[in-house]
C-alpha cells in the first residue's frame, strides 16, 4: 500500500466526482451520498470556504478524495472529508488513509489539533476515527445528519 496525497487538477477533476462511497450512487450526481457529501460537493466547499481538495490514491490508483483546512468559523483546523470508493471498502485502507491526510495536515499547518466530523450512525468511520486517536468532544455539527465532533490532540 502506497497512499499518496494529489492535488486536484482539472485532469482529474470529473474521475473525483465520480468515484462513488456506494454503488447505488454511481448513475447520480447528489449533494449527499449514504455516509459523506458528495466529492461534487466537497469541492465546492473548497472554493467557497478556501479548503484544500485532494485525491487519494493508492501507487496509480484513484481510491478516495479529501479535503482539509482551516475553519474560521470553528477558528479550527479540520478534516472536511474523507471518502473511499466504495470498490475499495475493506481492503483495510482507512486508517492508513486518515494518517496520510493528517501528517499532510501537520506539514502544512503546524497544527497541535484536527477536528472532524462523522454521521452518527457510520460505525466504521467512526472506529477507524477512534483508532488513530480522535476523541469525541460531546459536541453535534447540524448538518445534512447529525454528526459528532471528534478531536485529535497532537504533540
Not at 38 to 64: M, Q
Request: aromatic share 12%.
Amino acid at each position: 500500500m502506497n497512499i499518496r496525497l494529489v492535488t486536484l487538477t482539472e485532469e482529474l477533476f470529473w474521475d473525483v466526482v465520480n468515484l462513488k462511497s456506494d454503488p447505488e450512487q454511481e448513475k447520480n450526481i447528489q449533494i449527499f451520498e449514504r455516509w459523506v457529501g458528495s466529492n461534487a460537493f466537497f469541492i465546492g466547499a473548497c472554493h467557497v470556504y478556501g479548503f484544500t481538495p485532494k485525491a487519494i490514491y493508492d501507487n496509480e490508483t484513484l481510491i478516495g478524495f479529501t479535503c482539509y483546512g482551516y475553519r474560521r468559523e470553528h477558528g479550527r483546523y479540520e478534516l472536511v472529508s474523507m471518502m473511499l470508493g466504495h470498490q475499495f471498502h475493506g481492503r483495510g485502507y482507512g486508517v492508513p488513509m486518515l494518517k496520510a491526510i493528517i501528517n499532510e495536515m501537520v506539514e502544512v499547518f503546524s497544527c497541535k489539533e484536527i477536528y472532524l466530523s462523522v454521521i452518527h450512525d457510520n460505525a466504521r468511520a467512526i472506529g477507524i476515527c477512534e483508532k488513530v486517536g480522535f476523541r469525541p468532544t460531546g459536541d453535534i455539527e447540524k448538518g445534512f445528519h447529525d454528526e459528532p465532533i471528534y478531536c485529535l490532540k497532537l504533540n
